[in-house]
């Protein structure tokens, strides 16, 4: 992103934890299996809820308590529901769960792809609070499970594109953040929603390093007929299981249609506001990043062209690329949102 060339942050001796993440290879569902399922559901009646699924289609759908070998409390309950989160064009296959898990960008746990996935393994994530404060009726601290009790959880399978010209499809389990805060009654004078990450840098070894040149405790925000959106989710699983730590345990957004770094990882306050909320890219190089940050074709990064993406899987053979699309594709469902805006301007 802005910055290059970096060292690797954490010598390896340094930092003793898990490899990889909490889930066992010998646990983890074959990809094809997966894969297979996909195939399976895609040939049921597209874009279905769960609520109009006859029983065996429900019955396939993922349950992440059953597969998770963590199976924490709050995800007993199954997955209600499997949305097609668009309705224009395919979605396309899943990237693997391995390239998922190990390619990631969380700096609190290094500025390297591999680093989320080395640092995280001891990150931990339960007992887990949420503060929800600033313009609502009903703020306060919760904790996950008061969070999640009310929200029945979906799959969404998502496009999902990273202002680095790279892009995955991820079978996403969460919920509506609309259907979250409205629960928090935002007063008259709410028009923006910010979000913050833990800052904990005993556990977040890239806060305690000046290398990222971040701000911390990382920052997000939306306006918030965007935030009220449907396709923005809270995530709290992905592929069936519970989150792995390097993809934002225990709970993170998914902003589809928006870069990648939009989709805050992690989260422990949420705050109503009146005035636009700082955004950690955006204060980092603003004029690389802007509050909107829509996956947009037509509006380069200074550095380099938005116009295309590699889909992962890539190699050095074969980099897979293919071109980006307006709003990642969901410009169907969120156009109207910038209606009237210069998307040049505000990017
Ligand atoms: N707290 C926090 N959230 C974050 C980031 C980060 O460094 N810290 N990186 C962002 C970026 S740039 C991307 S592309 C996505 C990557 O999500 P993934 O690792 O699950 O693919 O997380 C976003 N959320
Ligand atoms: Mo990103």
């Known amino acids: 992103m802005s910055v290059k060339n970096l060292p690797k942050a954490f010598p390896k001796t340094l930092i003793k934890t898990r490899k990889n993440n909490p889930i066992l290879s010998s646990e983890i ?6 894969l297979d399922r996909r195939r399976f559901m895609a040939g049921l009646a597209g874009g279905a809820l769960a609520a109009g699924l006859p029983g065996s289609a429900a019955a396939l759908i993922t349950n992440p308590a059953a597969e998770d070998p963590r199976k924490p409390d709050w995800l007993k309950q199954a ?6 989160s668009n309705t224009s064009g395919e979605v396309g296959q899943p990237t693997p769960y391995s390239d998922a898990t190990r390619y990631n960008n969380f700096y609190e746990f290094g500025t390297g792809k591999g680093d989320p996935a080395e640092y995280s393994g001891a990150f931990k994530t339960d007992p887990w609070k949420v503060v929800v404060d600033g313009e609502v009726a009903r703020g306060g601290s919760f904790t996950l499970e008061d969070i999640l009790k009310p929200h ?3 799959e969404h399978i998502c496009r999902f594109r990273c202002v680095e010209a790279w892009s995955m499809v991820v079978p996403w389990v969460g919920f509506s953040l609309a259907d979250l805060i409205k629960r928090f009654e935002p007063t008259s004078k709410a028009k923006y929603v910010a979000f913050e990450t833990l800052y904990d840098p005993k556990q977040m070894p890239g806060q305690a390093s000046r290398f990222s040149g971040i701000q911390w405790p990382y920052v997000e925000g939306l306006r918030l007929d ?3 959106n449907p396709l923005a989710l809270m ?4 592929y069936g299981r519970s989150l ?9 957004l998914m902003l589809p249609w928006k ?7 992690s989260i422990v306050r949420i705050t109503l506001t009146e005035k636009q909320p700082p955004t950690t890219w955006n204060l980092l190089a603003p004029r690389e990043y802007g509050f909107y940050s829509n996956v947009n074709p037509n509006v380069d990064h200074p550095r380099w062209s938005q116009s295309r993406e590699r889909r992962l899987p890539t190699s050095l053979f074969d980099p897979n690329w293919r071109d980006t699309e307006m709003f990642n594709g969901y410009g169907d469902e969120v156009a109207a949102l910038y209606k009237g805006m210069d998307l040049q301007k505000y990017f």
């Open 259 to 265: 870069y990648g770094y939009k989709s805050i990882k």
């Open 226 to 228: 965007e935030a009220m």
């Open 152 to 154: 029945p959880l979906e």
């Open 244 to 252: 792995p730590n390097q993809n934002g345990a225990p709970l993170r």
């Open 29 to 34: 569902t074959p990809e094809s299996v997966y």
């Open 235 to 238: 995530v709290v699983g992905m």
């Open 79 to 84: 997955v209600a529901a499997r949305v097609d």
